[in-house]
Structure formats: C-alpha cells, structure tokens
C-alpha cells in the first residue's frame, strides 16, 4: 500500500520561502507521476504542479516562475520549492501520486502553509 507523507509547511511572510516535501513508500516511486494540489478554505482543491519519473513537469499559471517541483528518485521523494509566496498561496497543501497507465491513485494527509505578515 502506497504512503505519502508531506512535512515543511508552516507560516510564512509575503515574499518568502518555504519548501514542502513527499516522501513515497510502499511502491516503485519511478512508476508514478508525482503532484502537489492544493485546497484553500472555501474553494476546490486544484492542481499545483506535476512531475513524471521521466521529468515532464507541469504547473498552474498561478505559480510559474515562483514554484518548482522535483524529485529524487533515489530517496523516493518529490519536493515543492515555494518562492516568493503570496498570501493568496495560503491553503492545504497535498501530495499526490498517480500510477502511470492506471487509475489508481493516492493523497498525502495534507500540510498546512499560510501566507500572512
């Protein structure tokens, strides 16, 4: 059974850094696209960016050029750089991995960041 487990949310001021991070088990990392969503209060959960085994990325308008996401395949573990947040960043943010050629899926239990002077 696949598990995720994000850290590396918390409270930050407008303008600053953090970077989340996902740790895979239960699996083959390599078979599965790797994503982080989010979901504030009040509105749908949306994707944020994504990453093949292959290193096909993918990312919301609303966070080019101020996010990246990677991973290590040797550590079984996909991060998101978060810079120069907003305070409209704020929400819960969730790590999702996706099975290549299936349905199958699975979501992290979810790190809270919030943007706030």
């Known amino acids: 059974q696949v598990q995720l487990v994000e850290s590396g949310g918390g409270l930050v001021q407008p303008g600053g850094s953090l970077r989340l991070s996902c740790a895979f088990s239960g699996s083959a990392f390599v078979i599965y696209a790797m994503g982080w969503y989010r979901q504030a209060p009040g509105k749908q959960r949306e994707l944020v960016a994504s990453r093949t085994g292959g290193g096909i990325t993918n990312y919301s308008d609303s966070v080019k050029g101020r996010f990246t996401i990677s991973r290590d395949n040797a550590k079984n573990t996909v991060y998101l750089q978060m810079n120069s947040l907003k305070p409209e960043d704020t929400a819960v943010y969730y790590c999702?991995?996706?099975?290549?050629?299936?349905?199958?899926?699975?979501w992290g239990q979810g790190t809270q960041v919030t943007v706030s002077s």
């Open positions: 999702h991995a996706s099975r290549i050629m299936s349905a199958t899926a699975y």
